[in-house]
Protein backbone atom coordinates (compact mmCIF):
# COMPACT_ATOMS: atom_id res chain seq x y z
CA UNK A 1 0.00 0.00 0.00
CA UNK A 2 1.59 3.42 -0.93
CA UNK A 3 0.77 5.99 1.87
CA UNK A 4 1.46 9.71 1.66
CA UNK A 5 2.99 10.69 4.95
CA UNK A 6 1.50 14.53 5.57
CA UNK A 7 3.43 16.97 8.42
CA UNK A 8 1.79 20.17 8.50
CA UNK A 9 3.51 23.36 10.31
CA UNK A 10 1.92 26.91 10.57
CA UNK A 11 3.85 27.52 7.09
CA UNK A 12 4.91 24.47 6.06
CA UNK A 13 4.12 21.16 4.75
CA UNK A 14 6.34 18.05 4.68
CA UNK A 15 5.49 14.30 3.10
CA UNK A 16 7.11 11.38 2.36
CA UNK A 17 5.18 8.59 -0.04
CA UNK A 18 5.88 5.20 1.58
CA UNK A 19 4.91 1.54 0.21
CA UNK A 20 4.26 -0.67 3.43
CA UNK A 21 1.94 -3.94 4.06
CA UNK A 22 2.33 -6.73 6.57
CA UNK A 23 4.73 -8.38 5.02
CA UNK A 24 7.14 -4.98 4.73
CA UNK A 25 6.42 -4.46 8.36
CA UNK A 26 7.07 -7.79 9.41
CA UNK A 27 10.58 -7.62 7.35
CA UNK A 28 11.54 -4.28 8.00
CA UNK A 29 11.34 -3.92 4.26
CA UNK A 30 8.92 -0.81 3.47
CA UNK A 31 10.50 1.40 0.66
CA UNK A 32 10.23 5.00 0.51
CA UNK A 33 9.09 6.31 -2.64
CA UNK A 34 9.35 10.06 -2.83
CA UNK A 35 10.05 13.23 -0.27
CA UNK A 36 10.01 16.88 0.32
CA UNK A 37 9.03 20.14 1.62
CA UNK A 38 7.00 22.84 0.53
CA UNK A 39 7.89 25.78 3.25
CA UNK A 40 6.57 29.76 3.21
CA UNK A 41 2.72 28.46 2.85
CA UNK A 42 1.02 31.68 2.68
CA UNK A 43 3.20 33.49 0.46
CA UNK A 44 5.73 32.89 -2.57
CA UNK A 45 6.68 29.27 -1.77
CA UNK A 46 9.63 27.25 -1.98
CA UNK A 47 9.20 23.99 -2.95
CA UNK A 48 11.62 20.75 -3.02
CA UNK A 49 10.42 17.78 -4.16
CA UNK A 50 12.77 14.07 -4.79
CA UNK A 51 11.73 11.06 -5.78
CA UNK A 52 13.97 7.59 -4.49
CA UNK A 53 16.76 7.68 -5.89
CA UNK A 54 16.77 11.12 -7.76
CA UNK A 55 18.06 14.51 -7.44
CA UNK A 56 15.80 17.04 -5.73
CA UNK A 57 13.67 18.96 -7.82
CA UNK A 58 13.17 22.84 -6.11
CA UNK A 59 10.65 25.35 -7.57
CA UNK A 60 8.93 28.41 -6.10
CA UNK A 61 5.39 29.54 -6.67
CA UNK A 62 2.40 31.49 -4.87
CA UNK A 63 0.51 28.67 -2.64
CA UNK A 64 -1.67 31.07 -0.97
CA UNK A 65 -2.75 27.96 1.92
CA UNK A 66 -1.78 24.84 2.95
CA UNK A 67 -4.86 23.40 0.61
CA UNK A 68 -2.92 24.43 -2.69
CA UNK A 69 0.55 23.30 -1.38
CA UNK A 70 -0.99 20.12 -0.57
CA UNK A 71 -2.49 20.29 -4.27
CA UNK A 72 0.57 20.86 -5.55
CA UNK A 73 2.33 17.96 -3.65
CA UNK A 74 -0.69 15.09 -5.29
CA UNK A 75 -0.08 16.85 -8.91
CA UNK A 76 3.95 16.30 -8.51
CA UNK A 77 3.12 12.88 -6.76
CA UNK A 78 1.52 11.57 -10.13
CA UNK A 79 3.55 13.84 -12.74
CA UNK A 80 5.64 12.66 -15.43
CA UNK A 81 8.69 14.80 -14.18
CA UNK A 82 8.24 12.70 -10.57
CA UNK A 83 8.32 9.27 -12.26
CA UNK A 84 7.64 7.57 -9.06
CA UNK A 85 7.35 4.09 -9.73
CA UNK A 86 3.92 2.62 -9.02
CA UNK A 87 2.47 5.74 -8.41
CA UNK A 88 0.76 7.65 -11.84
CA UNK A 89 -2.42 8.96 -10.87
CA UNK A 90 -4.55 9.54 -7.77
CA UNK A 91 -5.90 5.68 -7.17
CA UNK A 92 -1.98 5.19 -6.73
CA UNK A 93 -2.05 6.63 -3.29
CA UNK A 94 -4.05 4.25 -1.21
CA UNK A 95 -3.86 5.88 2.10
CA UNK A 96 -2.42 9.74 4.33
CA UNK A 97 -1.38 9.55 7.50
CA UNK A 98 -1.12 12.96 9.47
CA UNK A 99 0.85 13.84 12.10
CA UNK A 100 -1.10 15.58 14.75
CA UNK A 101 0.67 17.01 17.86
CA UNK A 102 -2.14 16.79 20.16
CA UNK A 103 -4.42 13.81 20.82
CA UNK A 104 -5.74 14.99 24.28
CA UNK A 105 -6.58 12.71 26.90
CA UNK A 106 -8.82 11.27 23.82
CA UNK A 107 -6.36 9.92 21.81
CA UNK A 108 -4.27 6.74 22.79
CA UNK A 109 -3.40 5.41 19.72
CA UNK A 110 -3.49 6.34 15.70
CA UNK A 111 -6.96 6.50 14.45
CA UNK A 112 -8.87 6.28 11.22
CA UNK A 113 -10.16 10.15 10.65
CA UNK A 114 -14.03 10.92 10.86
CA UNK A 115 -16.07 13.57 11.35
CA UNK A 116 -16.12 12.83 14.82
CA UNK A 117 -12.16 12.24 14.74
CA UNK A 118 -11.90 16.10 13.16
CA UNK A 119 -13.83 17.31 15.66
CA UNK A 120 -12.43 15.71 18.91
CA UNK A 121 -8.77 17.08 17.15
CA UNK A 122 -10.76 20.23 17.11
CA UNK A 123 -11.08 20.35 20.64
CA UNK A 124 -7.52 19.77 21.53
CA UNK A 125 -6.90 23.24 19.79
CA UNK A 126 -7.21 24.91 23.40
CA UNK A 127 -4.12 22.57 24.12
CA UNK A 128 -2.10 22.93 21.21
CA UNK A 129 -3.12 26.59 19.69
CA UNK A 130 -0.03 26.72 18.04
CA UNK A 131 0.45 22.89 16.04
CA UNK A 132 -3.32 21.65 15.93
CA UNK A 133 -4.78 24.27 13.55
CA UNK A 134 -1.97 23.21 11.13
CA UNK A 135 -2.94 19.48 11.14
CA UNK A 136 -5.98 20.13 10.73
CA UNK A 137 -5.83 22.03 7.79
CA UNK A 138 -3.92 19.09 6.29
CA UNK A 139 -6.43 16.77 6.99
CA UNK A 140 -8.84 18.83 5.39
CA UNK A 141 -6.82 19.87 2.15
CA UNK A 142 -6.45 15.83 2.06
CA UNK A 143 -9.98 15.33 2.80
CA UNK A 144 -11.05 17.79 -0.02
CA UNK A 145 -8.62 16.43 -2.78
CA UNK A 146 -8.81 12.67 -2.55
CA UNK A 147 -12.12 12.23 -1.52
CA UNK A 148 -13.81 9.92 0.54
CA UNK A 149 -12.00 6.93 -1.39
CA UNK A 150 -8.97 7.05 0.41
CA UNK A 151 -8.76 6.89 3.84
CA UNK A 152 -6.80 8.85 6.07
CA UNK A 153 -5.38 8.22 9.44
CA UNK A 154 -4.52 10.08 12.51
CA UNK A 155 -1.14 9.73 14.02
CA UNK A 156 -0.23 11.23 17.58
CA UNK A 157 2.53 12.65 19.28
CA UNK A 158 0.85 12.49 22.43
CA UNK A 159 -0.23 8.89 21.87
CA UNK A 160 2.81 7.25 22.93
CA UNK A 161 3.17 8.90 26.37
CA UNK A 162 -0.59 8.52 26.50
CA UNK A 163 -0.23 5.44 29.30
CA UNK A 164 2.35 7.23 31.65
CA UNK A 165 0.92 6.80 35.27
CA UNK A 166 -0.39 9.76 37.57
CA UNK A 167 2.94 10.02 39.17
CA UNK A 168 4.34 10.65 36.05
CA UNK A 169 1.79 13.24 34.23
CA UNK A 170 -0.12 15.00 37.50
CA UNK A 171 1.91 18.48 38.17
CA UNK A 172 1.06 19.71 41.70
CA UNK A 173 -1.59 21.91 41.54
CA UNK A 174 -4.91 21.53 43.12
CA UNK A 175 -6.26 18.36 42.01
CA UNK A 176 -9.59 19.73 40.77
CA UNK A 177 -7.86 22.00 37.80
CA UNK A 178 -6.75 18.47 36.63
CA UNK A 179 -10.24 17.67 36.14
CA UNK A 180 -12.03 20.78 35.59
CA UNK A 181 -9.21 21.77 32.08
CA UNK A 182 -7.34 18.88 31.85
CA UNK A 183 -4.03 20.39 33.16
CA UNK A 184 -1.64 17.69 32.94
CA UNK A 185 1.72 16.21 31.11
CA UNK A 186 0.77 14.96 28.08
CA UNK A 187 4.17 14.57 26.72
CA UNK A 188 5.58 15.22 22.73
CA UNK A 189 7.79 13.77 20.42
CA UNK A 190 6.48 10.75 20.78
CA UNK A 191 6.57 9.12 17.53
CA UNK A 192 10.34 9.47 17.41
CA UNK A 193 10.51 7.97 20.99
CA UNK A 194 8.51 5.15 19.87
CA UNK A 195 10.71 4.57 16.45
CA UNK A 196 14.00 4.45 18.15
CA UNK A 197 12.89 2.21 20.72
CA UNK A 198 11.45 0.10 17.69
CA UNK A 199 15.02 0.33 15.88
CA UNK A 200 16.92 -0.38 19.11
CA UNK A 201 14.84 -4.02 19.87
CA UNK A 202 15.06 -4.57 16.14
CA UNK A 203 18.91 -3.76 16.26
CA UNK A 204 19.25 -6.30 19.26
CA UNK A 205 16.54 -9.06 18.40
CA UNK A 206 14.66 -8.09 21.93
CA UNK A 207 11.12 -8.36 22.61
CA UNK A 208 9.41 -5.24 23.13
CA UNK A 209 8.62 -6.10 26.86
CA UNK A 210 12.27 -6.14 27.08
CA UNK A 211 13.37 -2.66 26.19
CA UNK A 212 14.44 -0.15 29.15
CA UNK A 213 16.33 2.63 27.69
CA UNK A 214 15.53 6.30 28.41
CA UNK A 215 15.61 8.15 25.06
CA UNK A 216 16.80 11.83 24.42
CA UNK A 217 15.48 13.55 20.72
CA UNK A 218 17.85 16.56 20.60
CA UNK A 219 16.77 18.31 17.63
CA UNK A 220 15.59 22.73 18.01
CA UNK A 221 12.82 20.93 20.08
CA UNK A 222 14.41 18.75 22.68
CA UNK A 223 12.77 15.48 24.99
CA UNK A 224 13.80 12.74 27.25
CA UNK A 225 11.92 9.54 27.67
CA UNK A 226 11.97 6.62 30.15
CA UNK A 227 11.09 3.64 28.40
CA UNK A 228 10.18 1.03 30.39
CA UNK A 229 9.05 -2.71 29.28
CA UNK A 230 8.63 -0.47 25.79
CA UNK A 231 6.25 1.91 27.08
CA UNK A 232 7.15 5.35 27.99
CA UNK A 233 6.51 5.87 31.49
CA UNK A 234 8.08 9.54 31.94
CA UNK A 235 8.76 12.53 29.46
CA UNK A 236 10.36 16.09 30.23
CA UNK A 237 7.63 18.01 27.45
CA UNK A 238 4.74 18.45 29.71
CA UNK A 239 1.67 20.50 29.16
CA UNK A 240 3.05 22.45 26.47
CA UNK A 241 6.62 21.25 24.67
CA UNK A 242 8.05 24.33 27.04
CA UNK A 243 9.04 21.90 29.37
CA UNK A 244 11.90 20.00 30.15
CA UNK A 245 15.71 19.85 28.94
CA UNK A 246 16.90 23.63 27.17
CA UNK A 247 16.52 23.89 23.35
CA UNK A 248 17.14 26.27 20.64
CA UNK A 249 14.34 28.19 21.61
CA UNK A 250 12.14 27.19 24.75
CA UNK A 251 13.78 27.83 28.17
CA UNK A 252 12.95 24.16 29.19
CA UNK A 253 12.34 23.94 33.54
CA UNK A 254 11.91 27.19 35.04
CA UNK A 255 10.49 28.35 38.35
CA UNK A 256 6.79 29.35 38.01
CA UNK A 257 7.00 32.37 40.03
CA UNK A 258 9.51 33.83 37.10
CA UNK A 259 6.03 34.64 34.73
CA UNK A 260 4.63 36.95 37.56
CA UNK A 261 8.18 38.81 38.11
CA UNK A 262 8.85 39.01 35.11
CA UNK A 263 5.28 40.76 34.43
CA UNK A 264 6.28 43.10 37.64
CA UNK A 265 9.49 44.18 36.49
CA UNK A 266 9.45 44.08 32.77
CA UNK A 267 6.11 45.25 32.27
CA UNK A 268 5.33 42.07 30.04
CA UNK A 269 1.81 41.09 29.24
CA UNK A 270 1.26 37.20 29.87
CA UNK A 271 1.40 36.25 26.03
CA UNK A 272 4.27 38.44 25.89
CA UNK A 273 6.29 36.26 28.36
CA UNK A 274 4.89 33.29 27.42
CA UNK A 275 7.12 34.15 23.76
CA UNK A 276 9.98 35.34 25.58
CA UNK A 277 9.88 31.48 27.20
CA UNK A 278 9.37 30.08 24.05
CA UNK A 279 10.99 32.00 21.34
CA UNK A 280 13.75 34.00 22.83
CA UNK A 281 15.01 31.29 25.57
CA UNK A 282 16.86 28.65 25.70
CA UNK A 283 20.34 28.32 23.29
CA UNK A 284 19.01 31.47 21.82
CA UNK A 285 18.57 33.81 25.04
CA UNK A 286 21.48 31.87 26.77
CA UNK A 287 24.04 32.67 23.58
CA UNK A 288 22.61 35.98 22.45
CA UNK A 289 23.36 34.69 19.45
CA UNK A 290 21.59 31.57 17.98
CA UNK A 291 19.48 28.58 19.01
CA UNK A 292 21.59 27.09 16.07
CA UNK A 293 23.63 24.06 17.91
CA UNK A 294 26.10 23.74 14.92
CA UNK A 295 26.32 27.19 14.64
CA UNK A 296 27.00 27.52 18.37
CA UNK A 297 29.51 25.43 18.51
CA UNK A 298 31.26 26.41 15.36
CA UNK A 299 31.29 29.69 17.61
CA UNK A 300 33.18 28.36 20.57
CA UNK A 301 35.72 26.78 18.04
CA UNK A 302 36.33 29.67 16.17
CA UNK A 303 35.96 32.86 18.25
CA UNK A 304 35.81 30.88 22.04
CA UNK A 305 32.46 33.17 22.90
CA UNK A 306 32.15 32.97 26.83
CA UNK A 307 28.17 32.92 26.43
CA UNK A 308 27.57 30.34 23.90
CA UNK A 309 30.15 27.72 25.91
CA UNK A 310 27.87 28.45 28.63
CA UNK A 311 24.74 27.63 26.71
CA UNK A 312 26.14 24.71 25.56
CA UNK A 313 27.21 24.02 29.48
CA UNK A 314 23.95 24.10 30.78
CA UNK A 315 22.12 22.75 27.29
CA UNK A 316 24.56 19.36 28.33
CA UNK A 317 24.02 19.40 32.35
CA UNK A 318 20.17 19.62 31.33
CA UNK A 319 20.32 16.46 29.53
CA UNK A 320 22.48 14.85 31.70
CA UNK A 321 19.88 15.55 35.00
CA UNK A 322 17.25 14.23 33.10
CA UNK A 323 19.00 10.90 32.49
CA UNK A 324 20.18 10.48 35.84
CA UNK A 325 16.61 11.08 37.14
CA UNK A 326 15.15 8.62 34.74
CA UNK A 327 17.93 6.14 35.30
CA UNK A 328 16.71 6.61 39.06
CA UNK A 329 12.79 6.75 38.21
CA UNK A 330 13.07 3.69 36.06
CA UNK A 331 15.21 1.65 38.49
CA UNK A 332 17.73 1.00 35.65
CA UNK A 333 18.09 1.17 32.00
CA UNK A 334 20.21 -0.67 29.49
CA UNK A 335 20.64 2.09 27.38
CA UNK A 336 21.09 5.86 26.33
CA UNK A 337 19.57 6.46 22.88
CA UNK A 338 20.18 10.13 21.21
CA UNK A 339 18.35 10.92 18.04
CA UNK A 340 16.94 14.76 16.76
CA UNK A 341 19.45 16.78 14.59
CA UNK A 342 22.07 17.01 17.42
CA UNK A 343 21.69 13.76 18.82
CA UNK A 344 22.32 11.96 15.43
CA UNK A 345 24.81 14.36 14.10
CA UNK A 346 26.98 16.07 17.03
CA UNK A 347 29.86 13.46 18.45
CA UNK A 348 31.01 16.83 20.54
CA UNK A 349 27.33 16.92 22.32
CA UNK A 350 27.18 13.34 23.15
CA UNK A 351 30.51 12.73 24.09
CA UNK A 352 29.95 15.95 26.77
CA UNK A 353 26.76 14.10 28.05
CA UNK A 354 27.83 11.46 28.89
CA UNK A 355 31.23 12.78 30.23
CA UNK A 356 28.96 12.68 33.42
CA UNK A 357 27.48 9.18 33.07
CA UNK A 358 30.45 7.13 34.36
CA UNK A 359 28.65 6.85 38.06
CA UNK A 360 25.53 4.91 35.94
CA UNK A 361 28.42 2.83 34.39
CA UNK A 362 28.34 4.02 30.89
CA UNK A 363 31.84 3.85 29.61
CA UNK A 364 31.99 5.75 26.17
CA UNK A 365 34.17 4.50 23.25
CA UNK A 366 35.43 7.89 21.82
CA UNK A 367 36.18 6.86 18.35
CA UNK A 368 32.91 5.27 17.85
CA UNK A 369 31.27 8.37 19.11
CA UNK A 370 33.43 10.16 16.34
CA UNK A 371 32.37 8.45 13.96
CA UNK A 372 28.76 7.92 13.74
CA UNK A 373 26.96 10.98 11.89
CA UNK A 374 25.09 11.79 8.97
CA UNK A 375 22.45 8.83 9.32
CA UNK A 376 25.02 6.53 11.17
CA UNK A 377 23.03 3.72 13.54
CA UNK A 378 24.76 2.10 16.11
CA UNK A 379 26.47 1.92 19.74
CA UNK A 380 29.11 4.89 20.86
CA UNK A 381 30.29 3.40 24.25
CA UNK A 382 32.64 0.49 24.56
CA UNK A 383 31.13 -3.41 24.90
CA UNK A 384 31.77 -3.86 28.65
CA UNK A 385 30.04 -0.40 29.51
CA UNK A 386 27.36 -1.21 31.60
CA UNK A 387 24.66 1.22 30.83
CA UNK A 388 24.84 1.47 26.62
CA UNK A 389 24.56 4.63 24.45
CA UNK A 390 23.18 4.40 20.87
CA UNK A 391 22.57 6.88 18.05
CA UNK A 392 19.42 6.14 16.39
CA UNK A 393 18.78 8.23 13.19
CA UNK A 394 15.07 8.65 13.85
CA UNK A 395 11.85 8.60 11.29
CA UNK A 396 8.49 9.55 12.39
CA UNK A 397 7.69 9.18 8.71
CA UNK A 398 8.01 5.42 8.91
CA UNK A 399 5.68 5.06 11.90
CA UNK A 400 3.42 7.14 10.72
CA UNK A 401 3.01 5.08 6.98
CA UNK A 402 3.22 1.79 8.91
CA UNK A 403 0.32 2.92 11.50
CA UNK A 404 -2.11 4.30 8.62
CA UNK A 405 -1.52 0.86 6.76
CA UNK A 406 -2.33 -1.06 10.06
CA UNK A 407 -5.99 1.20 10.40
CA UNK A 408 -6.50 0.82 7.13
CA UNK A 409 -5.83 -3.11 7.06
CA UNK A 410 -7.55 -3.66 10.44
CA UNK A 411 -4.04 -5.18 11.58
CA UNK A 412 -3.23 -4.47 14.95
CA UNK A 413 -1.39 -1.24 16.61
CA UNK A 414 1.69 -2.13 18.12
CA UNK A 415 0.51 -1.77 21.95
P1 LIG B 1 13.68 19.84 14.42
O1 LIG B 1 13.53 19.64 15.89
O2 LIG B 1 13.18 21.16 13.93
O3 LIG B 1 13.24 18.64 13.59
P2 LIG B 1 16.37 18.89 13.90
O4 LIG B 1 16.08 17.56 14.53
O5 LIG B 1 16.68 18.93 12.45
O6 LIG B 1 15.25 19.95 14.20
O7 LIG B 1 17.61 19.52 14.71
C1 LIG B 1 18.08 20.79 14.45
C2 LIG B 1 19.27 21.04 15.36
O8 LIG B 1 20.30 20.08 15.06
C3 LIG B 1 19.88 22.41 15.16
O9 LIG B 1 20.23 22.97 16.41
C4 LIG B 1 21.14 22.09 14.36
O10 LIG B 1 22.17 23.02 14.55
C5 LIG B 1 21.52 20.76 14.98
N1 LIG B 1 22.50 20.06 14.16
C6 LIG B 1 22.34 19.54 12.92
N2 LIG B 1 23.52 19.03 12.49
C7 LIG B 1 24.44 19.25 13.47
C8 LIG B 1 25.84 18.99 13.63
N3 LIG B 1 26.54 18.38 12.68
N4 LIG B 1 26.43 19.37 14.78
C9 LIG B 1 25.72 20.00 15.75
N5 LIG B 1 24.42 20.28 15.66
C10 LIG B 1 23.78 19.91 14.54
Known amino acids: MNVL????????????????????????????LARGIVERVGSLSLITFSAEGRPPHKDEAPLKDHRAAVDRIIRWLVSEQARIPGVSRLADI????????HGGERFKASTFIDAKVVAGIEDCVE?????????????????ELFGSGVPQVAV??????????ETAYLYGIPYQLYRRHKIRRYG??????RYVAYRYRRMLGLAKDKVDVISVHLGNGC???AIKKGVSVNTSMGFTPLEGLLMGTRSGDIDASIVEYLSLKEGMSLSEIDGLLNKQSGLLGLSGLTGDMRDLLAEV???RDRRAGLAIDIFCARVRRYIGAYFADMGGAQAVLFTGGIGENSPEIRRRVCAGLDCLGLKLDARRNETLKDGGLGAITKPSSALKAYVIPTDEELLIARDACRVVSGLPLPG
Open 5 to 32: VVNCGSSSVKFQVIATDKESIAKDSDRR
Open 127 to 143: LAPLHNPANLKGIRAAR
Open 188 to 193: FHGTSH
Open 94 to 101: HAVGHRVV
Open 156 to 165: FDTAFHSAMP
Open 223 to 225: SAC
Open 301 to 303: ADN
